[in-house]
Each structure stands twice: as C-alpha cells, then as structure tokens.
C-alpha cells in the first residue's frame, strides 16, 4: 500500500519534515533544546497521526530526551534504532507497523500496584530528615511485597545522584535489584546539574509521571 505524502499533517513551526524515500513514508522531527516533557508529547503525537507502515526519526541532543523517549516507544510496543550523530544530537528511528502485545512480567505478583513518590532527599529537616528517609526506604525493602515504582521529583532526585558509598545508594540498588522501578525527574537532574551522576534507576519525565501515578491503584507521598 503507498500513501501520500501529504498523507499526515502536523502544523507546528515547522516543528516536522515529512518526505517519501524509496517508497517509505518518513516522517521527520526535531525535538533539540526542547524542555520535558515536550520530546515525549511530540513523539506521541507523531506516531498518533503517522500512517502505519511509516517510519518516524525523532532527533534529540540531551541525555535525558533520549532516554525518556526511547523508553516511550519502547512501551508502546516499538522497537526504536539509535544512530549518534557528529553534532552530539541522535536520531531515534521508530517503524510504525502493527501493535504489539505486551506481555505482563512474570514477577508482578511480588509487587504493589502503588507507587512511592518523592519530593525532597529528607523527611522533614535536618539530619534528622536525612535519616528517616533512609530509615523510611530500608523498611520498605524489608516488605513482603514492594511498591512496583518509586519516582523521585525535585530534590528527592539528591537521593538517586548521592555517592555511591552512602546507604540510601545501597538501599535503593538493593530495591532496584528486586525490581522495584525507580525514576529520577530530567529536568530536576538538569536543574541541579546531576544528570551524569545519577547513580541508580532511569531518568523519567513529566508526562511518564502522570502516566504512572494515573495508573497506579495509590501512590504514597513521603
């Protein structure tokens, strides 16, 4: 089946290029310098409107759109291709064929459909906050079953980027290892310009965030 290549519309500052290669319909976007969750949203969008049997490439220059999109497309059922670019940007590739199923993890039964969210690297203030927070995440390691995420805003992502030696690192490796998914806020990595510190779980995004807490039968605040 050929399709036009005026076949998908997407009106935004010339926010999307799309051309017909060798009887491929590609589209074509450049989500650069674009804030969270914007890359993500632009990517949802593109697929949402691209015919199928087309092919999307998405171009993004920052650690954390790379990821967050990867891990986007990657859910929905796609199985994306990265090529790094000269210029320090890369290219996601995404072919748009038929869905995939996706199948259920096996080891759900060991896990809360609640997720732990977390505003700050304390509990509180002070050293005492320090410690309750630890003391908070140790005892939920010690749970007969564990929240499935546990997501971390605002400074809560100190806790994620601390040394490797400090507890709360080991604590959190030792939840990861059991399977807890844990999540670290890009744009609050780059705020405070720890991105390449992060030291445990993935770089999340806004609209992932919503997407789980949304889906989530609780979410606990600490």
Not at 137 to 150: F, T, W
């Amino acid at each position: 089946m050929k399709y036009s290549a005026q076949s998908v519309s997407f009106h935004e500052r010339n926010f999307s290029e799309q051309v017909q290669e060798k009887g491929d319909i590609r589209m074509k976007i450049d989500c650069c310098n674009l804030a969270c969750p914007e890359p993500v949203l632009k990517t949802k969008k593109a697929l949402e409107e691209l015919a199928t049997d087309s092919i999307l490439e998405v171009k993004v220059n920052s650690v954390s759109s790379k990821e967050n999109v990867t891990r986007f497309v990657k859910n929905a059922g796609y199985d994306p291709k990265m090529e790094d670019q000269s210029d320090g940007s890369t290219i996601i590739t995404i072919v748009k064929g038929y869905a995939c199923k996706v199948v259920e993890n096996e080891n759900s039964q060991k896990f809360l459909d609640k997720s732990v969210f977390l505003k700050s690297d304390k509990i509180g203030t002070g050293e005492l906050g320090e410690k309750l927070i630890v003391g908070f995440l140790k005892s939920i390691l010690e749970l007969p079953k564990l929240p499935n995420k546990i997501i971390c805003v605002n400074e809560a992502v100190k806790l994620t980027t601390a040394c490797s030696k400090t507890e709360v690192i080991q604590t959190l490796r030792a939840l990861e290892d059991k399977g807890v998914e844990i999540y670290s806020c890009g744009v609050c990595l780059e705020y405070f310009d720890v991105v390449d510190k992060l030291k445990v779980g993935k770089i999340g995004n806004a609209y992932g965030t919503v997407e789980m807490l949304l889906n989530s039968e609780g979410t606990i605040t600490l």
